[in-house]
């Protein structure tokens, strides 16, 4: 018992005297006062105008278009208005509605389609040479308004020589005069109108 009591008062005075190591604490921090400067915020702004649009390409020309040359034989004014007894006797068709007629257009009508007369065998076997000239008298719209024997030429059987004649027979002119009706024109124009004007042209036989 006196042993134990002992041993207790040893570990008293051990941890009584024993020298304690100091703790080691952390060293503080001192913040020093710092300046924050905070510089004006500067606004910017930015233009809304659009862009400028691009420079337009200049197109280069290609020389794709085909160039028809025309060359177009009409009469004088004063004979597509002659009226004899051979161009009475020998025309069809009026005028159904009234339309401005020009004796001298800027252009004159220009044949878009042609018909040729269709003959009878009698006609095709004989052995007529002829021209005949048809006056048309086309509307604004390049239809055949009025069409008439102008003047009819009977060739000899060489073709060189002829002779006016107011008939040559088989039917050929009646044909005629149905084929002419038929024939479609581009309008004359005058002052950037279309107009109905005169114009002449042949068809032959036996050439």
Same mark, same amino acid.
């Given at each position: 018992?006196?042993s134990? &009591?002992?041993?207790?008062? !040893?570990?008293?005075?051990i941890?009584r %005297?024993?020298?304690v =190591?100091?703790?080691?604490k952390e060293? /503080?921090?001192?913040?020093d ?6 510089q ?13 649009p ?5 197109p &280069?020309?290609?020389? +794709?278009?085909?160039?028809?040359d025309?060359i177009?034989? %009409? ?7 002659t %009226? ?5 006797e020998?025309s069809? *068709?009026?005028m159904?509605?009234?339309e401005?007629?020009? *004796? +001298? ?6 044949i !878009?389609?042609?018909?040729?007369? &269709? ?15 048809v +006056? %048309?008298?086309?509307? =604004?719209?390049g239809?055949?308004? /009025?069409a008439?024997?102008? /003047? ?5 059987? +060489? ?7 107011k008939? &040559?027979?088989?039917?050929? !002119? ?5 084929a ?11 002052d ?7 114009i002449?042209?042949?068809? =032959?036989?036996?050439?």
């Amino acid at each position: 018992m006196g042993s134990i &009591i002992v041993s207790q008062l !040893l570990l008293i005075a051990i941890f009584r %005297f024993w020298p304690v =190591s100091e703790v080691l604490k952390e060293p /503080e921090i001192v913040f020093d006062r710092q300046a924050i400067i905070v510089q004006e915020m500067i606004i910017t702004k930015q233009a809304n105008a659009p862009a400028s649009p691009p420079k337009p390409q200049t197109p &280069i020309p290609v020389p +794709n278009d085909e160039v028809i040359d025309e060359i177009i034989d %009409f009469p004088e004014f004063e004979d597509l208005i002659t %009226f004899d007894l051979l161009s009475l006797e020998n025309s069809t *068709g009026q005028m159904g509605d009234e339309e401005r007629i020009s *004796g +001298n257009p800027d252009r004159i009508p220009r044949i !878009l389609r042609i018909v040729e007369p &269709i003959l009878s065998e009698e006609a095709k076997k004989s052995d007529v040479k002829a021209l005949v000239y048809v +006056n %048309f008298l086309v509307g =604004s719209r390049g239809d055949v308004k /009025e069409a008439y024997i102008a /003047e009819i030429r009977l060739y000899d059987k +060489n073709g060189e020589e002829y002779e006016v004649v107011k008939s &040559i027979g088989y039917g050929i !002119l009646e044909a005629t005069l149905e084929a002419a009706y038929k024939w479609r024109f581009r309008p004359a124009m005058e002052d950037g109108e279309q107009v109905g004007a005169y114009i002449q042209e042949a068809f =032959s036989f036996g050439f």
